[in-house]
């Protein structure tokens, strides 16, 4: 019984089109040109890694995009048993016809010449969208992106802050604010006109939210203009920052956001708890690892001074999504929000799935973004997705708590697209 509630869930999840709410698509060239856009997506290349192909033979400089899919495959047998694997197969049947069930040294050319072949095509992209019912695709832009040469309504800006927080005293980051804002910003004062000017520049174009990835350790707090004008003197100057200084000035910025969100309306998505380059030696974006000594309790301060304001929640570690569950139980303005990266298999979704749909209100979860790179991954990774909700209404809901099969299916859509209109503003 419940493996057919569940196909009768899932049938109906599959109908309904996707607004992805979280990706690094580039607009400009959103769909793969060769397999190797595909297979070079970190998952396979750190992966195939650590089975033991060399970085040396991942990124070798100048290396043609078909030589690097041949390696790529060489380690594909190792990685047979990962779900990231099956995307890939998925993506093989679903968008170039491939008819076998592994990709191997006697097949993988052939499949790389019909996708070469099928992605020349003039309406490649279109034919990607629509295949994988994606309506909008909400993308992950420089503080710094003019906007410009795509159209916003389907892919949608959203403002990533990362840079301004984090980097702020690099030269490079301050040439960049004041080339995109005309703000030479030499005190606390024009640094915040200039972060006001971003944000208008962004709502004017049709973002939706403010986001940024934020470390293990960091602990926003609000810092005033008083003392943050003689470290910006120290910082235009070339002077060193005390680590106290620095994380003042993090602060500073990071709270400056937080009050244009509120002022412009803007959830503020925070992806909470990854630690960069922890394997130093690792493949490109195949260093950075979670760290369970993360809680939420560090953003207590936040979530209580800006109540107006919604906190999309990303963490990585299983017991942070417990965390989350309970701070999204009770703070009105912390919204759970997808699977973050480790936590994007079926085994993490699920046991976390089950925790949120049994705890937290409906009308605050974003049930998944697919975080991809290229626009291929949507119909797999989503895919993915359905399936496991599919699985836990039916035996959580229909089964064990005696719901219809079609409130569930209307729960499913609410956590899969509904969310997402009302909180970031529909299409």
């Known amino acids: ?58 990124e070798e400089e100048g290396l043609a995009p078909k030589e690097k899919v041949g390696r790529l495959v060489e380690k594909l047998d190792d990685l047979d048993n990962t779900v990231q694997l099956s995307w890939l197969i998925e993506i093989a049947q679903e968008f170039f016809g491939f008819q076998d069930d592994k990709i191997t040294l006697a097949n993988w050319e052939s499949l790389y010449d019909t996708a070469l072949s099928k992605m020349n095509e003039d309406n490649w992209e279109q034919q990607v969208l629509k295949q994988s019912k994606l309506e909008q695709v909400y993308l992950t832009n420089d503080f710094d992106d003019p906007l410009a040469g795509f159209d916003t309504n389907l892919y949608v800006p959203c403002l990533r802050t990362d840079d301004l927080v984090f980097h702020y005293t ?92 509120a002022e412009f309306k803007l959830p503020f998505d925070l992806m909470i708890g990854v630690n960069r380059r922890v394997y130093e030696d690792g493949v490109f974006q195949g260093q950075d690892l979670y760290d369970s000594r993360t809680s939420l309790f560090q953003y207590k301060e936040l979530f209580n001074a800006f109540p107006t304001v919604t906190f999309p929640v990303s963490v990585l570690a299983q017991t942070s999504n417990q965390e989350l569950v309970s701070y999204s139980w009770i703070f009105p303005n912390v919204v759970t929000n997808g699977h973050w990266w480790y936590s994007n298999i079926p085994a993490h979704i699920e046991q976390d799935t089950r925790a949120r749909l049994q705890a937290v209100p409906q009308s605050k979860q974003i049930g998944y973004y697919s975080d991809m790179y290229k626009l291929e991954f949507a119909l797999p990774k989503f895919a993915m997705y359905r399936r496991v909700l599919s699985k836990v209404l039916a035996n959580d809901f229909v089964i064990d708590r005696g719901w219809s099969e079609e409130r569930a299916i209307n729960l499913g859509k609410t956590v899969l697209r509904g969310n997402v209109e009302r909180i970031f503003g529909g299409l």
Request: net charge negative; charged share 15%; proline share 5%.
């Open 170 to 261: 690099k030269s490079a980051t301050r040439d960049r604010l004041a080339k995109a804002t005309g703000v030479d910003a030499g005190d606390a004062g024009s640094l915040k006109d200039a972060i006001g000017k971003l944000f208008s520049h962004f709502t004017k174009n049709n973002a939706r939210a403010c986001a940024i990835s934020l470390p293990p350790m960091f602990s926003p707090q609000q810092v005033s203009a008083a003392a943050v004008d003689p470290i910006l003197k120290k910082v235009i100057s070339g002077s060193e920052l005390s680590c106290d200084e620095a994380n003042q000035l993090s602060c500073f910025i990071f709270w400056s956001l937080a009050e244009f969100c």
């Open 1 to 58: 019984m419940s493996q057919q509630v569940k196909q009768n869930i899932l049938a109906e999840l599959e109908q309904l089109p996707l607004i992805d709410p979280h990706t690094h698509i580039n607009p400009h060239s959103a769909a793969s040109t060769t397999l190797a856009d595909i297979m070079g997506y970190h998952y396979y290349t750190e992966l195939a890694h650590s089975a033991g192909l060399p970085k040396s033979q991942i």
